[in-house]
């Protein structure tokens, strides 16, 4: 089995807004309804996301390179590449 790095952004939303827009998802749920693009676009999700309870996930693959030297290897993050409403950035190993 491998093991892939995944490196994504998190922009916070206004609290308010997100508990709104997460009990229309979680209705649609319960009810096995398809979700409205308006939900899909606020929490920016794929086919099998969930929201994140951190924020909205962006892609930043344009502010991430990969890094190594002669014994190590990994990622590097350009700060000044950054979309300005990114708050968090994560790190994750998925298998």
């Known amino acids: 089995m ?3 790095t995944q490196v994504i952004g998190l922009i916070k939303q206004d ?3 997100y508990q709104q827009m997460y009990k ?3 209705a649609c749920i319960d009810a096995d309804i ?3 693009d ?3 676009g606020f929490f920016n999700l794929d086919e ?3 929201p994140d309870p951190g924020g909205v996930r962006i892609d930043i693959s344009a502010a991430v390179e990969e890094w190594s030297d002669e014994s ?3 990622y590097q993050v350009v700060v000044a ?3 300005k409403d990114v708050t968090v950035i994560r790190f994750y190993n998925s298998w």
Do not use: F
């Open 72 to 74: 190590s290897m990994g």
């Open 38 to 40: 308006t939900v899909i």
């Open 15 to 17: 609290e308010e807004k």
């Open 2 to 4: 491998s093991m892939s």
């Open 81 to 83: 590449k950054l979309p």
């Open 34 to 36: 398809e979700l409205p």
């Open 24 to 26: 229309v998802y979680q």
């Open 48 to 50: 099998y996301d969930e």
